[in-house]
């Protein structure tokens, strides 16, 4: 039974696919292919590059928000002056290189199990994908590193500059497909869970937001929720961990997500098996 997981994006809440996938070792569903979107993608590049769910859990404190590289040469003459155009506020780069040390420079074509990171062009809006093995369906790139990859896939507009790469103006994976469950069928995988970040925090009492930037990150929430409505459609088991308040930089809470994602996962073990082995009947 080849079964695929799809991760959407998130920020941190991301690492909850962490503890998704230790449950699901655990009970014995070994994932042949995966895919994700943002911090998705960084878990999904980890775990297809044969890292451990404890190496995975090892290498997550090293993400910090000294990580977060503000572009201030552009920033000050941008609002100050107004003599540059903003893309950005931050460069990213010291996000990628921590992914190219922790990835030994890769390349995406050297991951060990089927892997799909996912960026989009905002030329067109479309979704790239960077992958082994040309995805059908879909714009593939392979010839490029993990780290850039994962770089492209993160890059959240307005607040991360965009990658220029090739003819391409990449940007956050979720723009596009934030859980890219087609993605992974579309790699050849039988059956497809999808870990879905998002959908509990945009369920949550708005009576919680308490800022200008938690309602601006609710609204987006909203939008990811309803986009990604249609790729559950593809699913054959949607997961929902609810994370609580969990910023998208809120490096410290990576811990609380990796079990709130495992927690979330146990108890729905019996469904998950029951829904796989029925799916697998009807093949």
Not at 30 to 54: D, E, K, L, N, P
Not at 166 to 175: E, N, R, T, W
Not at 251 to 262: S, T
């Amino acid at each position: 039974m080849k079964t695929g997981l799809a991760i959407s994006g998130g920020g941190v809440s991301g690492a909850a696919a962490i503890g998704v996938i230790e449950a699901l070792e655990e009970a014995g569903i070994a994932i042949s292919h995966i895919a994700g979107t943002s911090s998705g993608a960084m878990v999904a590049s980890f775990y297809a590059c044969g890292f451990s769910i404890r190496q995975i859990k090892s290498v997550m404190p090293k993400f910090t928000k000294r990580h977060l590289d503000a572009d201030w040469k552009k920033i000050l003459p941008a609002v100050l002056f107004r003599k540059k155009r903003l893309d950005g506020w931050l460069k990213g780069m010291r996000l990628q290189e921590l992914l190219a040390e922790l990835t030994a420079g890769k390349q995406v074509v050297d991951l060990q199990i089927p892997c799909a990171i996912v960026a989009t062009d905002l030329r067109n809006g479309q979704p790239v994908v960077f992958a082994k093995n040309p995805v059908p369906g879909y714009t593939t790139e392979t010839d490029i590193s993990i780290a850039q990859a994962l770089q492209a896939s993160y890059s959240i507009p307005v607040i991360f500059q965009p990658v220029r790469w090739k003819q391409y103006i990449l940007a956050d994976g979720g723009v596009s497909l934030n859980c890219p469950v087609r993605v992974v069928r579309a790699m050849g995988a039988e059956h497809v869970i999808a870990v879905d970040t998002v959908t509990a925090f945009a369920n949550q009492d708005v009576g919680s937001l308490r800022s200008g930037l938690s309602i601006f990150a609710h609204v987006i929430n909203l939008n990811l929720r309803d986009q990604m409505k249609h790729e559950h459609a593809y699913a054959d088991f949607s997961l929902y961990p609810d994370v609580g308040q969990v910023g998208a930089f809120d490096f410290r809470k990576v811990p609380q997500c990796v079990e709130a994602g495992y927690r979330y996962t146990r108890e729905r073990l019996a469904q998950i098996k029951d829904r796989l082995q029925s799916q697998e009947k009807t093949r």
